[in-house]
């Protein structure tokens, strides 16, 4: 489309910032940007003022692409709002965790599986924060290795809360986390269900089998919230099909897209340094037999939500699918 695309960012939260930082800086071909919140009202995105309008069904008339950063659940705006902005012509690019795991819903991260976008029903879920740059490393083991077996640790920032872990995080607000946060790390994101896995355990396991296309994956995880305002870490042992050397991996790794990986022993990657960055940051890697382990990170507001999202619209538009 020659004049840009009319483009809706559902909510105005933390990830509808960072996605019009995004489509900003990533010079997304643009024909109109409309910001869309539960009420109307003028408000600062990524240094922008913008009229926000509410975000109701008539909102999204000739929308090409919607994308969704609202809350979620029955209530929340892609349940609602999704399939009347898809009934009116717009793609929606879904932020939440609602459609995730629906066997009609592409589970999106265009370096892992962009061929999944091909007969989409028009709505395509991005991948939850923790799994997306996780599943950028593991992308490149599977391929040259095979996958039998991963267990990661996490250490994740009060951005992904939204808005009210940031305040948690500098403000002391009490009613976000069950136990104090500053000064703190708290094993329980989300809630815990009958196996005795938080729903961000699970969400690791199952969005990483979907994307992966691996549904027998042995996926272990343990999710933590740290007191860091930006940038998920995690510790990742994986157990390959077959032996690998160190050699081979830091090449594989090295050598495949959206990866940010020095290789240098010495070098370790933080939270504080891929704050504000798009990529995966990879680092510690060590290797014995079929067993790898490395640590990763990335900023869960960019990779983890709105540069995998315009990372997807940008791939429709290059195959237009
Ligand atoms: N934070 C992360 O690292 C991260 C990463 C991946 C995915 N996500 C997902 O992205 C979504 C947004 O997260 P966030 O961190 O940006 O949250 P946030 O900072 O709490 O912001 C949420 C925004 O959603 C708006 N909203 C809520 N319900 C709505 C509705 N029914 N219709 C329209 N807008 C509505 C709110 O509008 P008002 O301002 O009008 O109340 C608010 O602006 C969530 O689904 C989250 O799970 C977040």
């Not at 809706?8 to 939260?13: K, N």
């Not at 109109?32 to 003028?42: F, M, P, V």
């Not at 355990?201 to 933590?224: G, H, Q």
């Not at 960055?277 to 709105?306: H, I, M, S």
Request: aromatic share 6%; charged share 25%.
């Amino acid at each position: 489309m020659s004049d840009g695309y009319t483009v809706a960012v559902v909510g105005a939260g933390l990830v509808g910032d960072r996605l019009v930082a995004e489509l900003r800086r990533r010079d997304f071909p643009l024909r109109e940007l409309r910001i869309l919140a539960r009420s109307a009202r003028r408000s600062v995105l990524a240094g922008e003022e913008f009229e926000v309008g509410v975000a109701e069904p008539e909102a999204f008339e000739g929308v090409d692409f919607a994308f969704f950063a609202g809350t979620e659940g029955e209530k929340g705006a892609a349940v609602q709002l999704a399939q009347e902005a898809i009934s009116r012509g717009a793609i929606v690019i879904d932020n939440g965790s609602d459609f995730r795991l629906d066997p009609d819903v592409p589970l999106v991260v265009p370096e892992v599986n962009a061929d999944a976008l091909k007969g989409h029903n028009g709505l395509i879920a991005n991948a939850n924060c923790s799994t997306t740059q996780m599943v950028v490393a593991l992308a490149p083991l599977a391929r040259e290795f095979g996958l039998k077996k991963v267990v990661v640790s996490t250490y994740q920032a009060v951005s992904g809360s939204g808005r009210s872990g940031v305040e948690a995080l500098e403000n002391g607000r009490e009613d976000v986390y069950p136990k104090p946060i500053a000064g703190n790390a708290i094993p329980l994101i989300g809630s815990i269900g009958a196996d005795g896995y938080s729903t961000e355990e699970t969400k690791m396991r199952e969005e990483s089998r979907k994307i992966l296309s691996l549904p027998d994956l042995e996926v272990f995880a343990t999710t933590v919230r740290i007191p860091v305002h930006t940038g998920h870490a995690e510790s990742v042992y994986v157990e390959t099909e077959r032996e690998a050397t160190l050699e081979e991996v830091l090449e594989a790794l090295g050598s495949a897209p959206g990866i940010v990986f020095s290789g240098d022993k010495d070098d370790f990657p933080t939270p504080l340094e891929a704050a504000g960055e798009p990529g995966t940051y990879v680092g510690r890697v060590r290797v014995e037999g079929n067993v790898v382990q490395f640590w990763c990170v990335a900023d869960n507001l960019l990779k983890g939500a709105a540069t995998n999202a315009v990372q997807i619209a940008e791939s429709l538009i290059s195959v237009r699918v």
